[in-house]
């Protein structure tokens, strides 16, 4: 059957390039995989207090723990915010990471595409993402590396690919994303 992956979304803005091209994603990708974008717009800022010392932890950080546990993998949208990631995505990875020993990302498959109006396709916040996911234990497929850069003009008002290399491109990304996560998922 087909592995269940979730799409995690680093910008939290309506008209968010990077949702748009997910999006694309999503209607790309092959029958062996099935794609929902979970959304992480909701989660308090993490904070050890909320539930340390028998405290109960926020309902929205339960909910997603609970959320990201049914995914055989995740695949990653991310914008750069000053050469990193956002802080929306980097506390979505620290909600899942906790409590210690409990973390929901532990070996999940990932992929990362990095999606930026400019020219360098958000490597920095590529990378940055990547330093967290080798920590989190969740096998990152390397090759092909996914820097969309110019993305602004690669999306028509409609919100669609109107570039067909772009569209080739993400076509193999996630194909190999597919495969990677049949050689990486853990067995149930
Ligand atoms: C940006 N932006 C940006 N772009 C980039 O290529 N490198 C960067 O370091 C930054 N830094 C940055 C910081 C902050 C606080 C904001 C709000 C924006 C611009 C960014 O790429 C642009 O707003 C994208 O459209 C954001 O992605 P979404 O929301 O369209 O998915």
Do not use: C
Not at 56 to 84: C, H, M
Not at 112 to 133: C, D, E, K, M, Y
Request: glycine share 8%; net charge positive.
């Amino acid at each position: 059957s087909a592995k269940k992956i979730a799409v995690v979304i680093g910008s939290l803005r309506k008209e968010s390039l990077n949702r748009k091209i997910a999006k694309e994603v999503i209607a790309l990708a092959p029958a062996s995989l099935s794609l929902e974008i979970v959304e992480i717009g909701e989660l308090a800022i993490y904070n050890e207090d909320l539930e340390g010392n028998g405290a109960t932890p926020p309902q929205a950080w339960t909910q997603f723990r609970d959320r990201i546990k049914e995914f055989d993998g995740v695949l990653f949208f991310t914008p750069e915010y000053n050469r990193s990631t956002t802080a929306a995505l980097k506390n979505a990875l620290d909600v899942g990471s906790r409590p210690y020993g409990s973390s929901v990302w532990s070996g999940k498959p990932a992929g990362i595409v990095s999606v930026s109006p400019g020219a360098t396709g958000a490597f920095g916040a590529n990378h940055h993402l990547r330093q967290s996911l080798v920590f989190l234990d969740m096998p990152t497929l390397l090759q092909p590396e996914a820097y969309i850069g110019g993305a602004a003009k690669l999306l028509g008002d409609d919100g669609k690919l109107n570039n067909d290399s772009t569209r080739e491109f993400l076509k193999k990304f996630i194909d190999t994303y597919a495969t990677w996560v049949e050689t990486n998922a853990k067995k149930k």
